[in-house]
């Protein structure tokens, strides 16, 4: 006996989606919070919908068949906006394999005098489901490494801020892990705030940047450089015990700039690059 | 043919980069400068290049050699206004552009000019009296 895929599912259409939700429901990870079961209900019964009107004899052995894009696309916005919303990649599975059981539920109700013709069928449909899931945990994924790299660029952006520290000083605070695509980043910033502030001295403080290697004290060199062409002069601050361990252990040059164990002795430094003088107020009634 | 002017202001040379350089300008600004360099006999050199928004490392090298061939007919140069992206473009090439020394702008390049060359002439006199004295 030959099963109609197509007319079956059509005929049980609405029992399928009451078994789905029940299934859904019947889970404790329902996030009512993120989701409203009204919302859930009209997204299982579009997919649904698509699903039965779409798959036939013919294609149901094929999953990759052009056939099934529609659905494949719903799947796609349904994980993309669930990535978003926080759903954990169970949840979102859960939904398709929790579709998976109902239809193989109801099959396994109408086709049950033939167990060769059921074993057929279950097998076609679960194919079909899985491929689906794994479209579906593809999209949850892709939909995440965009929240994340959404995040490293607004990171990159926010943590290099050039402050002005004085008149005619610069000071850029570098914290974490210096790349080429940072130091291009940190680089720009600072020489067109030179331009902009028309300052003579930059301090560049290294106390957040985790570990120096050679690739770091490249880029270092480099920035330095720069500033140097562009007629600024650059100090280097915030060298820890173990950056200049490290620095020393693996061969780095840097006789050529000027380097400083704290921001503070760079400030004093710049200061007297400045000619300016610090000097401790003699009368009690100074005014804030 | 086009030129880029040399302008005298006492004991320096001024030039300054309105244009986008090609190669043959660039060429002929570093013989007109050398010769202008010896006719003068100019202390100090002070190149404007804040109009410069391209550079290559065939200009980066000119740049550079007009620097040390100054040097040698002893006057400084000094190189004002370079724009970020042109410092960045320079280092990424690798150029650094040793003996050349650079200011933020066209005043702070004329003050320390001047430094230099008094530091210099000072010295000058210092040891002329150290060997009268001995």
Redesign the interface.
């Known amino acids: 006996m030959k099963v109609d895929i197509s007319k079956l599912l059509q005929k049980k259409k609405t029992q399928i989606l009451e078994r789905w939700m029940t299934n859904q429901m019947a889970d404790e990870i329902l996030r009512e919070d993120l989701i409203s079961n009204e919302g859930l209900r009209n997204q299982s019964e579009e997919l649904l919908t698509k699903l039965v009107k779409l798959v036939n004899d013919k294609n149901i052995t094929d999953v990759q068949s052009p056939d099934f894009d529609p659905i494949v696309e719903i799947l796609a916005g349904i994980s993309h906006s669930r990535a978003r919303q926080g759903f954990s990649p169970r949840e979102t599975g859960f939904y398709i394999f929790s579709l998976k059981d109902a239809l193989l539920e109801t099959l396994q109700e109408e086709v049950k005098n033939d167990p060769s013709a059921l074993y057929e069928i279950t097998l076609k449909v679960s194919k079909l489901l899985d491929s689906f899931s794994i479209s579906t945990f593809e999209t949850f994924i892709k939909g995440r490494e965009e929240v994340i790299l959404r995040q490293t660029d607004e990171i990159a952006e926010i943590s290099t801020p050039v402050i002005r520290v004085w008149d005619g000083i610069l000071a850029l605070p570098i914290i974490g892990t210096l790349d080429s695509a940072r130091t291009?980043v940190v680089?720009?910033n600072l020489?067109?705030e030179?331009?902009e502030s028309?300052?003579?001295i930059a301090i560049l403080d290294i106390s957040g940047v985790p570990a120096v290697d050679s690739l770091v004290a490249q880029h270092l060199i480099?920035t330095v450089?720069?500033?140097?062409?562009?007629?600024?002069e650059c100090i280097i601050s915030g060298i820890r015990p173990e950056i200049a361990q490290t620095v020393v252990q693996l061969g780095i040059d840097l006789s050529n700039i000027i380097t400083k164990a704290s921001l503070a002795s760079a400030l004093k430094h710049a200061f007297s690059m400045l000619r300016l003088e610090v000097k401790k107020s003699t009368k009690e009634n100074f005014s804030l | 043919m086009d030129r880029i002017p040399i302008l005298q202001m006492g004991k320096f040379l001024l030039v300054t980069i309105q244009v986008d350089l090609y190669d043959r300008l660039a060429l002929n600004l570093e013989t007109d400068l050398a010769q202008m360099v010896y006719k003068t006999g100019a202390r100090g050199v002070l190149i404007d290049i804040s109009a410069l928004s391209i550079v290559d490392s065939f200009m980066g090298r000119i740049i550079g050699n007009i620097g040390t061939m100054s040097k040698i007919m002893d006057a400084e140069t000094v190189l004002v206004g370079m724009q970020p992206a042109v410092a960045i473009t320079l280092v990424e090439l690798g150029l650094e552009l040793k003996g050349v020394s650079t200011a933020l702008n066209v005043e702070k390049g004329m003050l320390l000019l001047r430094n230099k060359i008094d530091s210099f002439s000072e010295t000058d006199i210092e040891e002329q009296d150290d060997s009268s004295a001995e």
């Open positions: 291009q680089m720009e020489l067109q030179i331009v028309g300052s003579g480099k450089s720069a500033t140097r062409l562009m007629g600024a």
